[in-house]
């Protein structure tokens, strides 16, 4: 008979399965594969081999400052140099990793190696006790260390208690101090160690850690997924580490480029692949459809910002030319993407998408609609590429060649080497010259067929009537361009209609600038269709408001309404009359009798020799007595007429 023991109900809550017994807590993976070595730091080759050969030297500083971003192995260097020069087998250039000593580091117990959290450890108390403890020597090691991390956190007068420190250090203690933000560091207490910069870590090193982690621990990452990761951790192999394990959580034993952009929350290449080929296509609506697809899926538009910023950096080294292996080694799941589209942009288009988009980055922080203004962004990438390709000067001449081609397959002769002439019609001289007016310019050349004349007609006309826009106004002699002639005016009826009809009829249309800056000049003449007006010498304002385009445009079309034929308007300063044909001889001599009356009239009165001199204006007429500074000149608004509010200043 076998005999049971009685167990109380109490004790049945006590026991445990053989699979529930307790096992070693886990450890992340950027705390498992911490170096435990000089020798194992990866990135960091000019402080490794400082230290070693300091310590190797007996030349040990009594304090460092490693400066560096995140995840660059500043702490884990300071915890590496402590059991170095704590180690029971001696202080050399490596520590064993395994006498009592190093072990106490590693685990973070050895009472003689001090990790202080300055940032919550900041204010002057915390920094007056670690000056009293520094003053008593080591417990059970060679020497103390102790290691401020994020020193930048401490208080002004914390600093001011921990440069007497510096200053004079007791013998046998090495102060480490870490921090994330140097220059906020006095320099004071900068001077007084020996500073390391920590540099980021290359895609390249990353990726190949992460391969042997990966090995190690049995899980089978594809090797763009560990480019990946390599370039999102940034620099930092504590991130990268993270990411790791984050993929290897969800994956099990295995993860995919497609598993990883997911977890991560990351942007399918094919994402930005297609937002860029509607920028290069105007497609506005898939390029919407994009976006709002991206907002959708929960994506961080700052992350989607960055990676889009980067599939344009890699296209702009594309286009600068260089070993495309070179450029795309660290983004090989962007590689396929970006050699499809590198031809599709410009250098020019590609710089100013970018600047585009780091403006946006600034416009997002802190904006309430992101997604708008992310879609705002996008319809700028779109005018920008359509202004800076179409209108670069190779799709322009590609342009030209096209209607080369074109033309000359419709049977007329290619536009190269020849000048572009209108098509006769009305208010347009249908022959070449005057020497042959009764000659067809087009004779001896087959007529061209209506179907090529109606495809393109319109810009053949098109670019006719820009010629002529151009040509027109500059001279009087292009017989190919000139209207039809108007009749003849002599110069006496041409002042009469300039004062009766010309001017009352600007007037009575309200368009006062114009009667304002016409009301200063005079008409010259009118013959072979230019209209000639003419302004003083110094009224070289006057003359640049008539011949701008708006003005111009209006004079003509009102000389044609009123003249019954199209006119060209024709600008001149009287000291160039002579040149202006009929009248010029008349104008001067009234010019210069008119000067030299006002010149007698001006007599000597300073004030108004000042004023002249001041406005380089003209004498009208002065009164009987002299004029002082008290006296202004007026004018009735009844003359004018009070301007509308849309009309715009006449200077």
């Given at each position: ?91 050399k ?42 003053r008593y ?12 991390d994020?020193v ?118 094919e ?80 710089l ?6 780091q ?47 074109k ?49 393109f ?5 098109a ?5 002529e826009e ?39 249309q ?80 009234k ?61």
């Amino acid at each position: 008979m076998v005999h049971m023991e009685k167990i109380s109900p109490e004790e049945v809550l006590f026991l445990s399965p053989p699979e529930m017994e307790e096992k070693k807590p886990y450890t992340a993976l950027y705390r498992r594969w911490r170096p435990q070595l000089f020798s194992q730091v990866v990135g960091q080759e000019h402080v490794t081999r400082t230290l070693q050969n300091a310590l190797a030297s007996g030349r040990v500083a009594h304090a460092y400052l490693f400066c560096g971003l995140r995840g660059t192995g500043k702490t884990t260097m300071a915890k590496l140099l402590a059991k170095a020069l704590n180690c029971l087998d001696g202080v050399k250039a490596e520590p064993c990793s395994r006498c009592r000593s190093c072990l106490e580091v590693t685990e973070g117990r050895n009472m003689d190696v001090l990790e202080i959290d300055a940032a919550s450890n900041r204010g002057i108390d915390e920094i007056r006790d670690l000056r009293e403890k520094a003053r008593y020597a080591a417990a059970q090691n060679r020497c103390k260390v102790y290691i401020v991390d994020e020193v930048h956190m401490l208080t002004n007068e914390a600093f001011n208690a921990l440069l007497k420190i510096l200053e004079e250090p007791p013998p046998k203690v090495v102060f480490i101090l870490a921090t994330t933000e140097v220059y906020k560091l006095p320099l004071t207490v900068v001077s007084r160690c020996q500073r390391f910069d920590f540099q980021l870590l290359e895609v390249p090193e990353i990726a190949r850690y992460l391969r042997d982690v990966s090995a190690d621990i049995g899980f089978v990452v594809e090797e763009e997924t560990l480019y990946l990761l390599a370039r999102l951790a940034e620099g930092s192999m504590r991130d990268a580490l993270g990411f790791l394990e984050q993929c290897r959580a969800y994956g099990g034993e295995k993860i995919s480029y497609a598993q990883a952009l997911e977890i991560l929350g990351l942007t399918a290449p094919e994402t930005i692949f297609n937002l860029l080929r509607a920028v290069v296509e105007e497609d506005i609506g898939g390029g919407l459809s994009v976006i709002q697809e991206t907002v959708h899926r929960g994506r961080d538009l700052h992350r989607f910002l960055r990676e889009l910023i980067l599939y344009l950096r890699k296209l702009v080294l594309l286009q600068a030319g260089g070993d495309d292996e070179d450029n795309l080694k660290d983004v090989p799941g962007l590689k396929p993407y970006l050699i499809k589209q590198k031809d599709k942009f410009t250098s020019a288009v590609l710089l100013e998408m970018l600047e585009i988009l780091q403006q946006l980055i600034y416009q997002l922080k802190g904006s309430s609609q992101p997604q708008f203004l992310l879609e705002l962004a996008f319809l700028r990438l779109v005018r920008a590429y359509r202004f800076r390709q179409y209108l670069s000067p190779g799709a322009l001449l590609s342009r030209l060649e096209d209607l080369e081609e074109k033309l000359q397959s419709a049977g007329l002769e290619g536009l190269a080497g020849r000048e572009l002439l209108p098509p006769s019609g009305p208010g347009l001289n249908p022959g070449l010259n005057s020497n042959n007016k009764g000659e067809n310019p087009a004779a001896g050349r087959s007529e061209p067929p209506s179907s090529a004349k109606t495809v393109f007609e319109e810009e053949f006309q098109a670019s006719a009537r820009t010629c002529e826009e151009k040509e027109a106004p500059c001279c009087g002699n292009s017989e190919t361009r000139a209207p039809e002639a108007a009749p003849g005016i002599d110069p006496e009826g041409l002042q009469e209609f300039w004062d009766k009809q010309l001017l009352p009829e600007i007037k009575k249309q309200r368009k006062l600038n114009i009667h304002a800056l016409l009301q200063e000049g005079r008409p010259i003449s009118c013959r072979e269709g230019i209209f000639t007006i003419s302004f003083p010498p110094t009224h070289g304002i006057h003359k640049g408001r008539i011949e701008s385009k708006e003005h111009r445009r209006y004079l003509e079309s009102l000389l044609a309404q009123l003249l019954g034929t199209g006119v060209h308007i024709k600008v001149t300063l009287q000291e160039n009359e002579k040149r202006a044909g009929v009248g010029g001889e008349a104008a001067e001599k009234k010019t210069n009798s008119t000067l030299k009356n006002s010149e007698e009239k001006r007599g000597d009165d300073f004030f108004i020799h000042q004023m002249l001199e001041l406005f380089n204006g003209r004498l009208i007429e002065t009164g009987g007595e002299s004029l002082d500074s008290r006296d202004f000149w007026s004018f009735s608004l009844e003359e004018i007429g009070e301007p509308p509010e849309d009309e715009e200043a006449p200077f």
